[in-house]
């Protein structure tokens, strides 16, 4: 995503790889540049700055066109803020449901959060920063302010932080104190 981010992260390893940007606004020119350079042979590596590749991630698309041309993608496990979330959230993990990131508004956000009160399962969303408060001042509503709830934010790196309580709670307090970075939000 970040060619900046990557190149610091590949130099801590020793590695030098020429490195193309990949990401939500690419076009689709740059997914067939890197099908054509998959197709004459070359290794590709999908590397995001955070999280999973292709987890709420442009990179689904191009994993998925790569096996249309016969490649054969190879996991490399890294870090997760799905599961990192849920196993520091103290709530059940056994099932979950996630929902990604939520619409900004209308009728698809409303069926989303409608689907988190229904859920007999702990939901697991990805948020902005800036719109988490809203989004749990919404599932609130839907879900009745009690729901028990956790936000986790920056996982994994220096300034990780785990709030949990009630949806009003946490909506009351990322209201006061927004948050910064990448953040999970979880509904039990």
């Given amino acids: 995503e970040d060619t900046r981010r990557a190149r610091v992260l590949l ?14 606004h690419s076009p689709p020119a740059r997914t067939e540049e890197l099908l054509r350079r998959l197709a004459g042979g070359d290794d590709l590596v999908l590397l995001t700055d955070a999280g999973t590749p292709a987890v709420s991630d442009p990179g689904a698309v191009l994993v998925r066109r790569a096996r249309e041309i016969g490649a054969t993608p190879v996991a490399v496990p890294g870090p997760s803020a799905v599961t990192a979330a849920l196993s520091i959230s103290g709530l059940p993990a056994d099932r979950y449901s996630f ?10 956000r409303r069926r989303l959060l409608e689907t988190a009160a229904a859920s007999a399962w702990t939901v697991v969303w990805f948020e902005a920063a800036a719109r988490v408060a809203r989004l749990l001042e ?12 956790a936000v986790a934010r ?11 309580g009630t949806l009003d709670d946490l909506a009351a307090h990322f209201r006061r104190h927004p948050p910064r970075g990448e953040v999970t939000v979880l509904v039990a």
Wanted: glycine share 18%; net charge negative.
């Fill in 11 to 24: 130099g801590r390893v020793g590695a030098r790889p020429e490195v193309l940007s990949y990401h939500a």
């Fill in 99 to 108: 929902l990604g990131f939520p619409p900004r508004k209308g009728a698809g």
């Fill in 138 to 149: 919404d599932l609130a509503a839907v879900c009745g302010g009690d729901r028990e709830g």
């Fill in 154 to 164: 920056e996982l994994t790196k220096v300034h990780e932080e785990l709030t949990s």
